[in-house]
């Protein structure tokens, strides 16, 4: 059965930072892209960040760019989130996703950060930052 399970989420102070891992089991990760996705309350779920195992690309939205940096585990089924300068507005449950983009060639690009279009998503970790 192919499952995700995150970690490493909390409760930390403004300035802080964070570390997220999220494990695959069930399936290797070669091959597909990982996203993080993120929902605060009351608001739809956002892409965050993405890595794409074929080549090891990244891609960050503009809220997290510069402050957050996705990575693979040398284990090659967990993929990190290391997330620095925290800020209040980055609080809400955060996801990982998989997704098989090869069928979409170049499309793949545009629907990066869509958490419709991933397959397998994990069951999400609370950060809160608050002082």
């Known amino acids: 059965q192919l499952q995700l399970v995150e970690s490493g989420g909390g409760l930390v102070q403004p300035g802080g930072s964070l570390r997220l891992s999220c494990t695959a089991s069930?399936?290797?990760?070669?091959?597909?892209?990982i996203g993080w996705f993120r929902q605060a309350p009351g608001k739809e779920r956002e892409g965050v960040s993405c890595?794409?195992?074929?080549?090891?690309?990244?891609y960050y939205t503009d809220s997290v760019a510069g402050r957050f940096r996705i990575s693979r585990g040398n284990a090659k089924n967990t993929v990190y989130l290391q997330m620095n300068s925290l800020k209040p507005e980055d609080t809400a449950v955060y996801y990982c996703a998989a997704k098989d983009f090869s069928a979409y060639g170049s499309r793949w690009y545009g629907y990066r950060f869509l958490p419709s279009k991933y397959d397998f998503w994990g069951q999400g970790t609370q950060v809160t930052v608050s002082s």
């Open positions: 890595i794409r195992h074929s080549d090891n690309d990244t």
């Open positions: 069930g399936f290797t990760l070669d091959g597909y892209v």
